[in-house]
Every structure is written in C-alpha cells, then in structure tokens.
Nanobody, 124 residues
Framework: QVQLVESGGGLVQAGGSLRLSCAVS????????MAWFRQAPGQEREFVAS????????DYADSVKGRFTISRGNAKNTVYLQMNSLKPEDTALYYC?????????????????WGQGTQVTVSS
C-alpha cells in the first residue's frame, strides 16, 4: 500500500513563495511518476506539474510555468513543489499523486494514489 502525505501549505502574500512536500511510503518510490494537482472551491481538479520516475523529464501547466518547479528526492521518498511569485489565483487545495505508467500524464484518472491535500492561500 502506498501512502502520500503532503505538507508545506499555508497563507502567503501575493509575490511570496512556498515549498510543498509530499512524502511517499513504500519501497518503490523511484518507480513512480509523481504529479501535483490543485482544486479551487467550485472548480475541477487541474494539473499543475509532473516529474517522470527517472527525474529527467518534467511538465508544467502553462499557468505555473516559470514560477513553479517540481523535483524529487528519491533517497528521501519525497517530491517537492517550489512555488514562487505566487498569485491569488494559485489559491487551492494542492494534491500530490503517484502513478506507475511509462510516462507521466496530465490526466488525474491516470494516477493510482493520492494524498489528502494541503491548502495554499495567496492573499492580494
């Protein structure tokens, strides 16, 4: 059984930064593609960023490209999301997800395991 636990969310002013972490239990972390999704109230869950199991390929939603960076520390079974230049529209519940496909996907249904989410609130 794989468990994902997010942390690092909080309240920040526009222009500020946060780093989210997602700790993954299990011995096969290095075989999982990892992704971050977010969901704002009344909206559908949307893709934010992904990183391939090998760590050599990343993908970002256009809305966060150049501001967010996804990375992974296989020795620590952790995936990170560094968020800079935050905007009020980044306010959402952020989830990490894991998948054992060949390549990461932007589709939430492709991911087998999910964390409980961590809230990010950006004030204007």
């Amino acid at each position: 059984q794989v468990q994902l636990v997010e942390s690092g969310g909080g309240l920040v002013q526009a222009g500020g930064s946060l780093r989210l972490s997602c700790a993954v239990s299990g011995r096969t972390f290095s075989s999982y593609n990892m992704a971050w999704f977010r969901q704002a109230p009344g909206q559908e869950r949307e893709f934010v960023a992904s990183i391939k199991w090998s760590g050599d390929s990343t993908d970002y939603a256009d809305s966060v490209k150049g501001r967010f960076t996804i990375s992974r520390g296989n020795a620590k079974n952790t995936v990170y999301l560094q968020m800079n230049s935050l905007k009020p529209e980044d306010t959402a519940l952020y989830y990490c997800a894991a998948d054992q496909g060949l390549v990461p996907s932007r589709r939430s249904y492709r991911y087998d395991y999910w964390g409980q989410g961590t809230q990010v609130t950006v004030s204007s």
